[in-house]
């Protein structure tokens, strides 16, 4: 039953995700009717159905026929995928749960870092709250390792952050979010993953000649590649 529920969730929370995605870096009612970014035209009932909704209507406004965002299709695929992987991994429990809105939480930064170069102040001051209200009650590093985590992450990027292009306190804080998550003594590990990460994205799309010297690039999905490889026991 358990189960039953985490699929459930992750299948409804898709949805939710992407109006996220989509309202939050326009600033934009959360709490209305989904329409195309296109026309403005409301979106149907049935193209709301989560993965069925959008193979429904071939991916496009059913106004307008302007194209959907596929990264749409890939939230509401990917996070039951990823809900049933974090179960059989953890043997079940209430804490896949928290697990996988964490998931969701970082795929949102992601997707919006990736589409606007933001990593908004909402979702870091969010996540950081949730961070250490999990640690308050018992999931996860200590409090003083989350809050020594927290800080460590924030000074750790703050200096880069002042360095190089592209890389802004969105990502410091995002940073000090990761900190909290993973305590004082994985912060610098994950964070350190994610600048390596982030340095071998760089020199590809300057390599290949996708951004030019002076260009930026999103770091946001560089440091969550960090995060989630200490996250997974990958590296510790």
Request: glycine residues 12%; aromatic residues 6%; charged residues 10%.
């Amino acid at each position: 039953m358990l189960l039953l529920a985490m699929m459930l969730v992750s299948v409804l929370l898709g949805p939710v995700l992407n109006l996220l995605i989509d309202r939050l870096p326009r600033r934009q009612a959360l709490f209305q009717r989904p329409e195309c970014s296109i026309c403005g035209v409301a979106r149907s009932t049935s193209s709301l159905l989560p993965v069925a909704g959008w193979l429904r209507s071939h991916g496009r406004c059913q106004s307008c026929g302007a194209s959907l965002p596929r990264r749409s299709l890939i939230i509401e695929l990917g996070l039951p995928l990823v809900g049933t992987a974090l179960w059989y991994r953890g043997a079940g429990g209430t804490h896949v749960l928290l697990q996988l809105l964490f998931v969701a939480y970082f795929m949102a930064i992601v997707a919006i870092d990736l589409e606007h170069r933001l990593v908004l102040n909402r979702m870091t001051a969010a996540g950081l709250l949730a961070a250490i209200g999990i640690a308050a009650v018992g999931f996860g590093p200590s409090v003083p390792e989350a809050i020594a985590g927290a800080v460590i992450g924030f000074l750790f990027l703050w200096i880069p952050s002042l360095l190089l292009p592209g890389m802004g306190m969105g990502d410091v804080k995002l940073a000090a979010v990761i900190g909290a998550l993973v305590g004082s003594s994985y912060v610098l590990t994950a964070l350190t993953l994610g600048v390596l990460v982030g340095g071998v994205v760089a020199a590809f799309l300057l390599l290949s000649r996708r951004i030019g010297r002076r260009g930026s690039m999103a770091y946001a999905p560089s440091l969550v590649v960090g995060v989630a490889l200490v996250l997974l026991g990958v590296v510790r």
